[in-house]
C-alpha cells in the first residue's frame, strides 16, 4: 500500500493548481524531495479517511487554501519582530 501511496504522491506533485501540489512545493524546500513526498502521502491518507469516515467526495480546495493574506502577513509581520523591528498595518486605500 505504501507504494501505491507513493507512486500517486509522485503523480499529485506533477500536477498543477491543486492543494497537493502546493503542498508538496512547500514542504520540499526545507525537507527534500523524499520526505515531501512521504508527507504528501501521509496527507492523501488523512484525505482519504475523512471521505470514507464522512461519506463525501474530494472537493479541491485549491492552492491558495493554507496561504491567504492574512496569515502570510501575519508570519511576516512574526518574522520581523523577530529581526528587532516594530511593525504597524495601515491598509491602503
Known amino acids: 500500500?505504501?507504494?501505491?501511496?507513493?507512486?500517486?504522491?509522485?503523480?499529485?506533485?506533477?500536477?498543477?493548481?491543486?492543494?497537493?501540489?502546493?503542498?508538496?512545493?512547500?514542504i520540499v524546500k526545507r525537507a527534500g524531495k523524499q520526505k515531501a513526498i512521504v508527507a504528501l502521502a501521509?496527507?492523501?491518507?488523512?484525505?482519504?479517511?475523512v471521505m470514507l469516515r464522512?461519506?463525501?467526495p474530494y472537493t479541491e480546495l485549491g492552492t491558495e487554501y493554507l496561504n491567504t493574506p492574512e496569515?502570510?502577513?501575519?508570519?511576516?509581520?512574526?518574522?520581523l519582530q523577530?529581526?528587532?523591528?516594530?511593525?504597524?498595518?495601515t491598509p491602503t486605500t
Open 71 to 79: 496569515q502570510t502577513a501575519n508570519y511576516l509581520i512574526k518574522k
Open 1 to 26: 500500500m505504501k507504494a501505491v501511496l507513493v507512486q500517486c504522491a509522485w503523480a499529485a506533485s506533477k500536477s498543477k493548481n491543486n492543494r497537493l501540489s502546493a503542498m508538496y512545493s512547500r
Open 82 to 89: 523577530k529581526l528587532g523591528y516594530q511593525v504597524e498595518l
Open 42 to 49: 501521509h496527507a492523501m491518507i488523512r484525505i482519504m479517511y
Open 54 to 56: 464522512d461519506k463525501v
